[in-house]
């Protein structure tokens, strides 16, 4: 059975979403998260893209690491 490497990328595709490093750092840029906004929070997912973001940190699942690294680069002020 192969395992299937969750990265960054992969998680964008996941969501349904240009999954390439220029589309995601451009996502990251026009989407920063103010600090007490919440990842699944956010108002431009959709509600499934949300319902699976909170699912994975809440259950610890699979894709926990690597939404949490979403979480942190979307909540980094821009440089």
């Known amino acids: 059975m192969e395992l299937q ?7 964008f595709a996941q969501l349904g979403l240009d999954s390439d490093e220029a589309s995601i750092d451009a ?8 600090e007490g906004v ?8 959709s509600e ?3 319902r699976f973001l ?10 926990a690491t690597v939404v949490d ?3 942190v680069r979307m909540h ?3 440089a």
Request: charged share 25%; proline share 7%.
């Open 27 to 34: 996502f990251i840029e026009a989407h920063p998260l103010p």
């Open 38 to 45: 919440k990842l699944s929070d956010a108002d431009f997912w």
């Open 48 to 50: 499934q893209q949300a």
């Open 5 to 11: 490497e969750h990265t960054i990328n992969t998680l």
């Open 54 to 63: 909170k699912e994975e940190l809440v259950q610890d699942a699979e894709w």
């Open 76 to 78: 980094q002020s821009p």
């Open 69 to 71: 690294e979403l979480n």
